[in-house]
């Protein structure tokens, strides 16, 4: 993430032929991971019909299925994670090469994240009982914010990057009860403590 500004420039989509390469490269992982998503079986958007592109309402079957939900943010937190960590590549990685590996990292999690293993286990360890996976948009909304995320941990570097982390969470937490850290726990290691008071008790 401690890159000079110079350097952010270059995941940009416009300018040279490699960097239209890797953009092209970016849209094709994530129409792939849209593409095998929808095989598996999850929708392409909200079965409600309803065309809003957000739904803020953790507890509604909205949720995961619109554009964007409250959940985004832990995405944009990835982006932030995922740019530090292919920054301890060794430096002769192209930065074209970092931004497109942590973005195939973050489709790989999408459908991981949407396989029947994992969509039982939010089922039964955390306070998402009615989860049934994400829809395609969601999916695809996920993998962009995840995108912004990297390029804000770009323009932050390492303190700033860690500060943003952690205000994200607070809120995260003080608003949905939920967050990166909240969900990681509860799926790795689930305590009843943390989903009563997630339940509201």
């Not at 598996?40 to 909200?46: K, L």
């Not at 430096?91 to 994240?113: C, H, M, N, S, Y």
Request: glycine share 8%; aromatic share 10%; charged share 15%.
């Amino acid at each position: 993430m401690n890159v000079p500004a110079r350097e952010a420039v270059s995941v940009s989509i416009g300018g040279s032929n490699s960097h239209r390469r890797f953009a092209a490269w970016t849209v094709g992982v994530v129409v792939a991971t849209a593409i095998i998503l929808r095989l598996m079986g999850q929708p392409v958007w909200c079965k409600c019909g309803e065309w809003v592109p957000w739904s803020w309402d953790i507890g509604s079957s909205h949720n995961s299925q619109h554009l964007i939900d409250a959940y985004t943010f832990t995405h944009v937190v990835h982006g932030l994670i995922l740019c530090g960590l292919v920054y301890w590549l060794p430096r002769t990685v192209p930065d074209g090469i970092r931004f497109l590996t942590a973005v195939v990292l973050e489709a790989g999690w999408e459908i991981f994240e949407n396989s029947p293993l994992i969509i039982e286990r939010y089922r039964e360890v955390t306070i998402s009982q009615d989860y049934f996976g994400d829809s395609v948009a969601n999916a695809v909304g996920d993998i962009l914010a995840c995108i912004a995320g990297y390029g804000i941990a770009l323009r932050l570097r390492t303190f700033k990057s860690l500060v943003f982390c952690a205000a994200t969470e607070l809120i995260l937490a003080v608003t949905i009860r939920d967050g990166l850290i909240l969900n990681v726990v509860m799926l790795v290691w689930p305590t009843e403590a943390i989903k009563q008071w997630q339940s509201g008790g």
